[in-house]
């Protein structure tokens, strides 16, 4: 009879933090890395910035626009910017784009602050700007922390002014008060989600009025006065504008060992981030690989720069045109012929609220990526289900390759549950499995990641591709 150790530890899965045992140079080459991606987070905290910097760099590593080629071959390197809020990449390869391709689907939009399209208001020598929250937020974490704003602001003649205040260290930033402790008995009585209401996040942006006495709203109108003086704008430009109010937080290293990252937007920016920096790796693929930066996913992925839209479908199709091969009804062929890794954050087991996991089936930071076989709500309500043939090849993939995963899903099944962009390339006939980095405080205004997972991640996309 084989003794009982061995027998474990052949029969068993081994689950150990990634840390274990790892060499120094390891660490430097994982600490580098990160290093690398909370510069690019940094400076990329919303859609249009993300997409922005990831077409420089793209265009750095020999990236081309799609639109400017007249035809593709293999090996050539192609991207194309959704009205500059959602891109998709491509390296072509050896074999016909007929036979297939492999994507890999981040979403660039993270949960924040919107401001409404009519947003200055004064009321008792404050200025403020109303915003309406967007994705899934607690709001109560909004109120009392460092805020910035980031976007653009378009005008009737079609100039375009960029925004970004609350950044630097010389800039101003911005705040939503809240309530003393002594007074807010009555708030403090109501449930958490009550507490503050979506109508009360409204930032405070200034307390100084005009130097004229003859007229009212007198600090409203220095506000304006600085903004026409600085961006030439009215009031009337804040209704054509997307205006992000977001954390001022920066990017840092967490604990002693600095082995966390803390950042906002880490969903779902981090697996864009290392989606797209392994995409940079592959050269001459056999399997054309396709890296997807998405937008509104925190909203249903509706909009034509969300996933909903047919741009993605129009990119495919240009693709295989320009590699001279279309003809009727091969896009549908194609997508049924395709996997995709769809690259979304998972919930990380957090020990003081292990009450809402299983812990059998949770993510666990610091044991790389999670892969979800389904999504959706109690009973897999909106989810997308991967077959089994598919889990096992990625799992073959992974294990040649000595990428440790854990297969685990979000929380208990009664508790709540959530989606991913899977679902609609799923709808399409891909072959899908969600594959992501576990997340603590997720939708928070500063969430935590391990940089152990962050590198393992961007090396699983690598291999994903070049297989």
């Not at 940094?42 to 990831?54: D, L, P």
Request: overall charge negative; charged content about 25%; some cysteine.
């Amino acid at each position: 009879m084989q003794d009982a150790e061995t027998l474990k530890k052949e029969l068993f899965r081994e689950e150990k933090s990634g840390w274990e045992g790892m060499e120094e140079a390891k660490k430097h080459e994982i600490f580098d890395y990160c290093n690398r991606y909370m510069s690019f987070l940094n400076c990329s905290k919303t859609e249009r910035e993300f997409v922005a910097n990831a077409k420089i760099e793209a265009e750095e590593k020999g990236f081309r626009d799609i639109a400017t080629m007249t035809q593709i071959k293999p090996g050539d390197k192609v991207y194309y910017s959704n009205r500059d809020k959602s891109m998709y990449l491509a390296v072509i390869g050896t074999e016909s784009i007929e036979k297939g391709i492999r994507i890999i689907g981040a979403h660039v939009d993270s949960p924040r602050l919107d401001l409404k399209p009519n947003p200055l208001y004064e009321d008792s020598g404050f200025a403020y700007f109303k915003t309406h929250y967007y994705g899934g937020i607690k709001k109560y974490q909004w109120t009392t922390i460092p805020l910035a704003i980031h976007g653009v602001i378009v005008k009737t003649n079609g100039e375009k002014v960029t925004i970004c205040i609350g950044e630097k260290e010389d800039e101003p930033i911005f705040t939503i008060t809240d309530l003393l402790p002594h007074l807010a008995q009555e708030q403090m009585e109501k449930k958490l989600k009550e507490a503050i209401s979506g109508e009360d996040l409204n930032v405070l942006i200034g307390n100084m009025p005009y130097d004229e006495s003859k007229v009212s709203e007198r600090v409203k109108l220095n506000i304006l006065s600085i903004f026409h003086e600085k961006y030439g704008i009215t009031e009337a430009d804040l209704s054509s504008a997307e205006l992000e109010v977001v954390p001022a937080f920066r990017a840092r290293s967490l604990g002693f060992d600095s082995s966390m990252v803390a950042a906002y937007g880490q969903d779902d920016k981090v697996c864009a981030y290392t989606a797209l920096t392994a995409l940079f790796e592959v050269e001459n693929p056999k399997t054309t690989s396709v890296c997807i930066l998405s937008d509104k996913e925190e909203i249903g992925s509706m909009g034509n720069t969300g996933m909903e839209s047919h741009v993605f479908d129009a990119f495919i199709a240009e693709l295989l045109d320009k590699a001279g091969i279309n003809r009727p009804n091969l896009l549908e062929k194609v997508f049924v012929a395709s996997e995709m890794l769809s690259a979304d954050v998972d919930a990380g087991l957090d020990p003081i609220y292990a009450h809402v996991s299983e812990k059998n089936n949770a993510a666990y930071l610091g044991q790389g990526v999670g892969l979800n076989k389904y999504t959706g709500a109690r009973g897999k309500s909106g989810a997308s289900d991967a077959n089994a043939e598919f889990v096992a090849k990625v799992r073959n993939i992974f294990e040649k390759n000595a990428i440790t995963y854990k297969i685990s899903e979000l929380g208990k099944v009664d508790v709540g549950g959530g989606g991913t962009i899977a679902y609609i390339l799923a709808n399409k006939g891909v072959d899908v499995i969600d594959c992501g980095i576990p997340v603590l405080s997720m939708h928070a205004p500063y969430e935590v990641t391990s940089k152990y997972d962050v590198y393992t991640a961007y090396r699983a996309y690598q291999t994903f591709w070049k297989e």
